[in-house]
């Protein structure tokens, strides 16, 4: 059992303020009292079952429900709630199916590791290594979906935009999971993470703490825990969408922008500092909080919202946009006459001019020298690949074969056109000269792969793969992935809901560090 000097450390607020403040800490205290009273008592846990220290522990956890105030004190120890396994003290119920967990949570103290963490959590067993999902409060306010796919595999978070919320929800609905966030039970609204996991059988739900220093404990108090078995539903949820960045070498995600809207076709500003993307036929610009290089900032900035680009163009723009590799400069599409058309425009905005083709033309890559355009003609079911010069002039029709040649996006070389083709039977992964010579399939697999796109390094290609049998338009169950182009090996980025809106523009940090990306989401 916990000695009770462990608690000693627990700053409580009884400072001078407002009477609201001063009843809240006279409410901690007697939950804390009654924490330590019991720590050699029976302990009423309330809605949950059971507790236990779960990992290599050093520092005995303990975890008690306070009726009177329908709050539960958890104290934890342990190096990590992260990696390959956790060391946390976790409380818990069984339960199987769909399932809500809500809780107002508060990280006892201003000391202690930024790391610290008071999670709800949803995990297979009381293993170290389980798989789980949980959404986590950090001490610095940082709050994240965190996730281990399977027995021993690392973990992996989506960071919300969301500072210290003091409420916070996760659904476990089917194999997704669902993040929500905000200052009062009545605010809680989704943050944008959401995941997909499977769990079998029987689960563990509960509430964890970590303190992320093996050496001491910490406490976290959780009021007004409700856990909600959800009924099955044929209701068809609101789509959410979600921006996205997700770091290369770690594959974080961090949540940039969410609306209870379709947006899609994210592209980076040259200077880092925002992204763009397609909204009902306009563009908006989401702003980041700048950064100097090589660590491109992803964090809204403190103001964040989306601000629309003026562009006067007589026709509703469809998702494909790029900037120019100078920045100077955007190419959009928009339809008109029944038939797509680019145009070229100040990368602030203004009155674009149209570049003319002989073919209805869907924009989908700049030259690295900036003087040449890349675009998908469309002719009846077919769709092939052109160039045409950026100034306007003749377009050239590259080589093709029967089928749909489409999503061509230059390397940073220039030496390369990556695409997509369905030649073979299904979508798959091509690349060619920039006179359509030397054309060859980069890679083979067994679904559909879409929207290849290099890195401005040089190094990469990161695509969107489809599982075999997708038959029609619309969001889809599909993994974000890396291919190295040294060695032509595949990794996975991301699982996530996804669509053609997802990544059809160039969407690789200046640095190559990250990739943005729309991820989607049906919210009951």
């Given amino acids: 059992m916990l000695r009770t000097e462990q608690h000693q450390s627990a700053r409580i607020p009884l400072t001078t303020g407002s009477a609201a403040r001063l009843t809240h800490a006279i409410g901690l205290l007697a939950i804390l ?166 769990l079998s059988g029987d689960f563990y739900v509960g509430i964890a703490v970590c303190s992320h220093d093996k050496d001491v404990t910490e406490t976290a108090i959780f009021r007004h825990l409700e856990i909600q078995p959800l009924s099955a539903t044929t209701r068809a949820g609101r789509r959410w969408s979600t921006l996205e960045t997700v770091k290369v070498a770690s594959t974080d995600r961090r949540v940039a922008y969410t609306a209870p809207e379709r947006f899609a076709a994210p592209n980076w500003s040259h200077d880092g500092t925002s992204i763009v993307f397609a909204q009902g036929g306009t563009l908006q610009r989401f702003g980041l909080d700048p950064a100097p290089y090589p660590s491109l900032g992803v964090q809204a900035a403190a103001n964040a919202h989306t601000v629309p680009i003026r562009i006067e163009v007589a026709a509703p723009l469809s998702d494909a946009h790029g900037f120019s590799p100078d920045g100077t400069q955007l190419a959009v599409s928009a339809m008109n006459g029944g038939a797509s058309h680019i145009y070229v425009l100040s990368a602030y905005g203004g009155t674009p001019r149209e570049v003319p083709t002989d073919t209805s033309a869907v924009w989908t890559s700049w030259s690295p020298d900036g003087r040449t355009l890349l ?113 032509r090996k595949p990794h996975l980025l991301a699982t996530l809901l996804a669509s053609s809106g997802t990544i059809p523009a160039p969407s690789w940090s200046p640095d190559s560090a990250r990739v943005a990306f729309i991820s989607y989401a049906l919210v009951q």
């Avoid at 809500?102 to 000391?111: H, S």
């Avoid at 996730?147 to 960071?159: A, M, N, Y």
């Avoid at 080589?399 to 798959?428: L, M, V």
């Fill in 33 to 198: 009292t009654l924490f330590t009273s019991t720590c050699t008592e029976a302990q009423n846990l309330g809605l949950l079952e059971g507790h236990a220290d779960v990992g290599n522990v050093l520092h005995a956890g303990n975890a008690v429900y306070d009726p009177a105030n329908d709050a539960y004190a958890v104290t934890g120890s342990g190096s990590n709630l992260w990696f390959t396994a956790d060391e946390m003290q976790f409380a818990w119920k069984r339960m199987h199916g769909d399932v809500a967990l809500t809780a107002e949570i508060e990280l006892v103290g201003e000391k202690g590791n930024n790391h610290r963490k008071a999670a709800l959590m949803v995990r297979q067993s009381l293993d170290p290594s389980s798989p789980y999902v949980d959404v986590a409060r950090h001490g610095d306010g940082l709050t994240s979906l965190q996730f281990r796919l399977s027995p021993g595999d690392v973990t992996r978070e989506i960071e919300t935009a969301a500072t210290a919320p003091h409420w916070v929800r996760i659904e476990k609905r089917g194999e997704f999971a669902y993040v929500s966030v905000g200052d009062s039970r009545e605010e809680l609204r989704f943050a944008g993470a959401s995941m997909h996991l499977r």
């Fill in 375 to 487: 675009f998908t003609g469309q002719q009846g079911d077919q769709a092939n690949i052109y160039t045409v010069p950026a100034p306007g002039g003749a377009e050239t029709h590259l080589p093709h074969q029967q089928g749909r040649n489409k999503d061509a996006d230059f390397s940073a070389d220039g030496e390369w056109i990556y695409f997509s083709s369905d030649r073979t039977g299904t979508e798959q992964l091509w690349r060619m000269h920039p006179d359509g010579s030397a054309q060859e399939q980069v890679l083979t697999e067994a679904g559909d792969d879409l929207s290849p796109h290099p890195s401005p390094d040089g190094k990469w290609l990161v695509y969107i793969a489809f599982p075999a049998g997708r038959t029609a338009p619309g969001e889809q169950m599909a993994e974000l992935r890396l291919l190295s182009l040294s060695d």
